[in-house]
């Protein structure tokens, strides 16, 4: 349903409260990567930091949020903020499958 909405203009802004509040509700039964990816990359979501990760997570509604869609994100520029804080809250929720090379320089230059 968000998906079809999104495609055809009739969301403007897709924020964590417009999620929050549709997945409380059941109508997004999955907001995977490929998803998450297509509203990014059209500015659907503002903002997608920990506070909404480990709520579409708790929810159930990312079933998925692995290595690839973190670095994906990021190196996009999609998460302002993704710190030790997030990074091992993903991790202990078995999210992130490998952090390797790739991530650590990028983690280590944003502090």
């Known amino acids: 349903m968000v998906s079809y909405l999104v495609c055809n203009g009739q969301i403007s802004?897709?924020?964590?409260?417009?999620v929050?509040?549709?997945?409380c509700h059941g109508q997004t039964p999955t907001l995977?990567?490929?998803?998450?990816?297509y509203l990014e990359s059209?500015?659907?979501?503002?903002?997608?930091?920990?506070?909404m990760v480990s709520y579409l997570e708790s929810n159930g509604q990312i079933p998925t949020?692995?290595?690839h869609m973190v670095s994906y994100l990021a190196s996009n520029g999609q998460i302002p903020n993704l710190d030790y804080h997030m990074?091992?809250?993903?991790?202990?929720?078995?999210r992130i499958?490998?952090?390797?090379?790739h991530m650590v320089p990028y983690l280590a230059s944003n502090g």
């Open 32 to 37: 995977d990567y490929h998803m998450v990816s």
């Open 87 to 94: 990074v091992s809250y993903l991790e202990s929720n078995g």
């Open 65 to 67: 949020l692995d290595y």
């Open 13 to 18: 802004t897709l924020a964590y409260y417009v």
């Open 42 to 51: 059209n500015r659907r979501i503002p903002t997608l930091d920990y506070h």
């Open 97 to 101: 499958l490998t952090l390797d090379y």
């Open 20 to 23: 929050a509040y549709i997945a």
